[in-house]
């Protein structure tokens, strides 16, 4: 569950001078099936969201207006990443600690979900989340099927 699966897509573009055209489909464009979808709107200068990980969601990130960063911890490295384009696409694996900040005035920020909401899957705590990396290393946190605990 490593930093290195999480990486931007580049979504198809279908260019007109009508406007341009971008679309997703299920395990097409992104590696899994999506079950919900929401967005993040109106996010006052300065502020941040996210601050969380998630035990078993993927998470395709868009700014499909305006820009922001986003910034992906796996409990060993850190990377951030600027979104500012509609046709790019930040996939977040599970286990990835995430905060998303810097928002431009107007930005948008679509994310596609791999499961429905359930808070049970959220990891709030950046301890918390250090010790489930560390119980995965040693290879105690997982039940029979391979799923987190
Ligand atoms: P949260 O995921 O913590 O926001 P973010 O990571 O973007 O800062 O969610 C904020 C609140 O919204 C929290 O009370 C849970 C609720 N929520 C839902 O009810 N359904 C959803 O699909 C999401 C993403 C959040």
């Given at each position: 569950m490593g930093i290195e699966k999480c990486k931007i897509i580049e979504l198809p573009k279908i260019k007109d001078k009508r406007g341009n055209l971008t679309f997703i489909e299920s395990k097409r464009h992104i590696p899994f099936e999506i079950k919900r979808v929401y967005y993040l709107y109106?996010?006052?200068?300065g502020e941040k969201r996210g601050g969380h990980a998630h035990k078993k969601l993927q998470q395709l990130i868009i700014a499909v207006s305006g820009s922001f960063d986003v910034i992906l911890d796996d409990g060993f490295e850190r990377k951030r990443f600027h979104l500012n384009r509609s046709y790019y696409g930040l996939y977040v694996c599970p286990m990835i600690w995430r905060e998303l900040n810097n928002f431009s005035s107007g930005s948008v920020c679509l994310v596609l979900a791999s499961?429905?909401?359930?808070?049970?899957?959220?990891?709030?705590d950046y301890g918390t989340f250090k010790s489930y990396i560390e119980i995965n290393i040693k290879g105690e946190g997982k039940t029979q099927n391979g799923n987190l605990k």
């Amino acid at each position: 569950m490593g930093i290195e699966k999480c990486k931007i897509i580049e979504l198809p573009k279908i260019k007109d001078k009508r406007g341009n055209l971008t679309f997703i489909e299920s395990k097409r464009h992104i590696p899994f099936e999506i079950k919900r979808v929401y967005y993040l709107y109106d996010v006052p200068g300065g502020e941040k969201r996210g601050g969380h990980a998630h035990k078993k969601l993927q998470q395709l990130i868009i700014a499909v207006s305006g820009s922001f960063d986003v910034i992906l911890d796996d409990g060993f490295e850190r990377k951030r990443f600027h979104l500012n384009r509609s046709y790019y696409g930040l996939y977040v694996c599970p286990m990835i600690w995430r905060e998303l900040n810097n928002f431009s005035s107007g930005s948008v920020c679509l994310v596609l979900a791999s499961e429905l909401y359930e808070e049970e899957d959220y990891i709030r705590d950046y301890g918390t989340f250090k010790s489930y990396i560390e119980i995965n290393i040693k290879g105690e946190g997982k039940t029979q099927n391979g799923n987190l605990k």
